[in-house]
């Protein structure tokens, strides 16, 4: 414990002065030749004395320009004042020191001379700076009879002599420091430095977490500490002389300043307040100063500056949660807040099914409980203004970036294992001004792959971090991954906090308009198997799908079967759910919530809902029901092509008894219908008009060519005589018109198919090909000549028994060797089956010796497609030897050997 004493000393003759001697510990080394001594008396605050080295001069440093003081500017160091103050600074700075008094014009400044240690057998500072050559001795004024004056002399004459210190020749580039008083621009400048321990002194400090520094470049900073807070010193409104200290402010100061003023350190420059200020963190060789204030209890950790702390955020929330445990200082009246019980587990693992919103969430638990969870302390995107909603309210796509999270989520969770770990209970409230009821609701962390899901949502910018209270403890376990990405992502400009205008997405909701519904089933059709992603499942056989390709949403119905229907309005009231209608909502919901499924529309019903078959990851939904015993086989399922594989799966359900089938006895006599053996033939003579690279055909039959060649030329003798004048058209998506054909600039009927600004991508009606001309090649199509008076003569086919390569170069060359097979050639077409709304057909020439289909299988360029109906085995059993041919002389396909799939069970193979 250091002590500072002022006491006379003994008797002397009365010329020489009054000496008074003393004992403290160095706080302050103002100069070369000045510094400020701190003593610790039993009470009150510590005395503080400036104390002068007599007889001595060092040079001035350099003073930053008073802004208070008109005309004030900054002033440069003289040579060598920052070594001379460095020297000083280095050898006494808090160490306890003696001090003889010569001279002192005031009770807190004087002159003398200073010892290291606790009496004057210590070094002589003042002597000791004269040897180092930092520091002149003064030459007026002293009796001849002055031996330590004279040992001054002496000391500084040697160090001429030795041209040590100020007295170096030559001097020195670096004798005068190149000072930087102000930083220009704040954020390059921390990030010229970020992450770099740069070595530095403490200069002054404001309080327990805002100090100055002054760093090995010679920069003069201002910062404060990253993720904690200080109690204050602030300046009292009413009269700005007089300060008025927060509790625990003016002992945080003491306890920074014993530690770090002036104290070598290092500094880690993390980032700038919004204010300006540089936030920092200060290392110690004896540690961190912000990890010991919160464990001292002299700060709490702040959210706005906590991101910026690179050492790790933890162990700032682990230091702060001991000093509420002990209750000390800042924390003696600290009452932990009560939180909602969590009952159950606390952590668990789970598979994700659906994405309720842009931060919620449905799991499925081991145990089969499906649990809705929210993502703890992040707040979906919302709309800034609050619009009543035009129509029906779709936030999903009306609110920005809503869209782009639930897309997000979907993508990196549906189906996956995740692990949660419950971090709080947000109880059920009531919003005041709009009276709207929130339920209770269990807030967690979910990881994915390790992978923490809300703060890659925040990263992204798809959602932003909940701004809690100081002291609410209810928050993520990851609070501060949280803070620290929706940092990265408003310096990136990511998601909401981009600067430029958000996304906007145009969907078109068909669900339940007949008329819309009735525009897009064409579409739909000839598109055969489009993509689309399960919005919502409403019941085991009814869901609500997007479509990203058409950007539309409609009301889907799986084709086939007839499933269980939930609690329903009818005509009587609400009807009662069928039995099992639960058990088929969770398979459906399971299986497509969400997922990414293949779609074949065949038509639409009543109320404008389509109906077809729906894909997911090659499961036929309508065939997984039917084996699960969740719906029974619909009489419209016999003229698919999938009747042999979902008969066979409700056959299986009803042997199991499965479900709806528990109850189920088998009849006694099964009358069984004989299906045909014996194909049958219908030849007609056709020519093929186009060739689409998928290897479909477009056909016109022989005998309505004379037909179509008189509509022709009629149509193009009146665009002769009253050609269409430009700009008159407005063409639209899906409508019939007449096209010149840019080859020959002869006139032909097509439908419009896409309209891209002045360019329309046409496909002509009677021939089948496409192409894309401006907007001035087309005109109106009139009546006399649409498809009343004559319908498309284009008919879409494709070969039967074939199946196209899936290699994109083996397509290519059965593609140019088909079109040299039924390039100018009349040849006969026999349908044999349908297969989705494509009719698969046999192509022969006229004597029949040359079939199309069995050609493309010989040469090896396609391969054999399986079909089931016994009227077809005998033509199948043609083509398979005809493929063993091309396998064996290994033509085409085959040069490599067999490309052909294994049937074997274990290889996924189901009949």
């Excluded at 400020?36 to 060092?58: D, M, T, Y």
């Excluded at 770099?196 to 002194?201: F, L």
């Excluded at 939180?339 to 606390?346: H, K, N, S, Y």
């Excluded at 033509?891 to 290889?907: Q, V």
Aim: charged fraction near 25%; hydrophobic fraction near 35%.
């Amino acid at each position: 414990c250091c002590k500072m004493s002022i006491q006379p000393s003994s008797t002397s003759a009365p010329a020489t002065p009054t000496v008074k001697f003393g004992r403290g510990i160095v706080k302050l080394v103002l100069s070369g030749d000045a510094l400020i001594v701190r003593g610790q008396p039993k009470g009150g605050p510590p005395p503080e004395k400036q104390i002068n080295l007599s007889n001595i001069i060092a040079p001035k440093q350099g003073r930053r320009a008073n802004m208070n003081i008109p005309d004030s500017v900054d002033t440069v160091d003289e040579p060598f004042a920052w070594q001379a103050r460095e020297n000083l600074r280095k050898k006494c700075i808090g160490k306890e020191v003696h001090f003889v008094i010569d001279y002192a014009p005031n009770n807190d400044r004087c002159y003398g001379t200073v010892y290291l240690g606790t009496d004057t057998t210590g070094e002589n500072l003042n002597l000791m700076q004269v040897q180092e050559g930092f520091a002149e001795v003064r030459r007026v004024n002293v009796r001849s009879d002055n031996t330590e004056h004279a040992s001054l002399i002496e000391a500084e004459d040697q160090a001429k002599a030795t041209g040590r210190g100020k007295w170096v020749e030559p001097r020195p580039d670096d004798a005068v420091r190149n000072i930087s008083w102000t930083i220009e621009n704040s954020r390059n400048f921390v990030d010229s430095y970020r992450g770099q321990p740069i070595p530095a002194v403490i200069e002054h400090v404001r309080d327990g977490c805002t100090m100055r520094a002054s760093l090995q470049t010679h920069h003069q900073i201002t910062f404060m500490l990253s993720g904690v807070k200080c109690p204050m010193i602030k300046r009292d409104p009413e009269d700005p002389k007089k300060e008025i200290a927060e509790p625990y402010a003016a002992e945080a100061k003491f306890f920074v300043e014993s530690r770090l003023l002036q104290r070598d350190v290092k500094i880690i420059l993390e980032g700038v307040s919004n204010q300006n200020t540089l936030l920092a963190t200060v290392l110690h060789p004896n540690g961190n100063i912000t990890e010991i204030l919160l464990r001292e209890g002299f700060g709490r950790c702040v959210d706005w500056s906590i991101a910026s702390y690179s050492l790790g955020a933890d162990k700032l929330r682990a230091m702060e949660k001991q000093a509420k445990e002990r209750r000390v200082r800042i924390w003696k009246d600290y009452v932990a807040k009560v939180q909602e019980v969590i009952t159950g587990e606390r952590e668990f693992s789970g598979k994700v099914l659906q994405i309720i919103n842009a931060d919620a969430i449905a799991v499925k638990t081991s145990s089969g409980e499906v649990r809705t969870l929210h993502l703890a302390s992040v707040r979906p995107p919302s709309k800034e203004t609050q619009e009543p909603p035009k129509g029906k309210g779709r936030p999903l796509y009306d609110v920005p970036y809503m869209f782009e999270a639930r897309e997000f989520l979907r993508k990196k969770l549906i189906g996956k294992k995740v692990n949660v770990k419950i971090d709080y209970i947000k109880p059920s409230s009531i919003a005041t001004e709009t009276l709207t009821a929130f339920p209770e609701r269990t807030c967690a962390t979910v990881t994915c792959a390790g992978i923490n899901i809300a703060e890659a949502l925040v990263s992204k910018g798809l959602v932003k971090v909940v701004r809690h209270r100081q002291d609410d403890d209810a928050r993520s376990s990851r609070y501060d991954d949280l803070l620290a990405a929706e940092q990265r992502a408003v310096k990136t400009c990511k998601g909401v906090n981009s600067k430029k205008e958000p996304p906007i997405h145009r969907v078109a909701d068909v669900s339940g308009d007949v008329a819309k519904a009735k525009q897009f089933l064409p579409f739909l059709q000839r598109a055969g198997r489009s993509d689309a992603v399960v919005e919502y499942v409403f019941g085991g056989s009814r869901l609500k799908l997007f479509l990203p390709k058409e950007t539309c949403l409609i009301t889907f119905l799986l084709a086939g079967i007839d499933c269980p229907r939930g609690a329903r309005n009818g005509a009587q009231g609400v009807m009662e759910a069928d039995a099992f209608s639960e058990d088929a909502l969770a398979l459906t919901k399971e299986h497509c919530m969400h997922r990414e499924v293949s779609v074949e529309v065949e038509t639409i019903d009543r109320a404008g809902n389509f109906i077809g078959w729906l894909f997911v990851e090659g499961i036929n939904m309508s065939q997984l029901l039917l084996e699960n015993g969740l719906s029974k086989l619909h009489f419209t399922a016999e003229r698919s092509s999938f009747y042999r594989s979902l008969q066979s799966a409700e056959e299986k359900a009803k042997m199991q008894k499965m479900n709806i089938w528990s109850q189920y006895v088998e009849p006694v006599a099964h009358v069984k219908t004989e299906e045909p053996t014996e194909r049958k033939t219908n030849y007609r003579s056709v020519y093929v008009t186009e060739v689409s690279p998928d290897l479909h055909l477009y056909c016109q039959f022989s005998d309505v060519g004379s037909k179509l060649d008189t509509l022709m030329e009629k149509m193009r003798g009146m665009m002769i005589t009253d050609p269409p004048l430009p700009g008159t058209y407005q063409p639209k998506r899906g409508e019939h018109c007449i096209a010149q054909f840019s080859q020959d600039n002869m006139w032909y009927r097509a439908r419009i198919e896409k309209v891209e600004n002045d360019k329309l991508h046409v496909q002509y009606i009677d021939f089948g090909n496409k192409e894309v001309i401006p907007s001035s090649r087309v005109a109106s199509l009139p009546s006399e000549y649409n498809t009343g008076a004559l319908l498309p003569q284009a008919h879409q086919y494709a070969l039967a028994l074939v199946n196209p390569p899936n290699d994109a170069d083996s397509l290519g060359d059965a593609f140019r060797t088909l079109c040299d097979l039924v390039a100018n050639v009349q040849l006969k077409l026999n349908v044999e089956y349908k297969d989705g709304s494509i009719d698969h057909v046999t192509l022969v020439n006229q004597d029949e010796s040359i079939n199309v289909g069995k050609s493309l299988v010989t040469d090896g360029f396609c391969t054999v497609a399986k079909r089931g109906e016994k009227r077809l085995q005998k033509m199948l059993t043609e083509f398979y030897a005809e493929q063993n041919k091309a396998k064996k002389q290994h033509l085409n396909l085959w040069r490599y050997g067999d490309i052909t799939e294994d049937d074997a069970s274990e290889f996924g193979y189901n009949k």
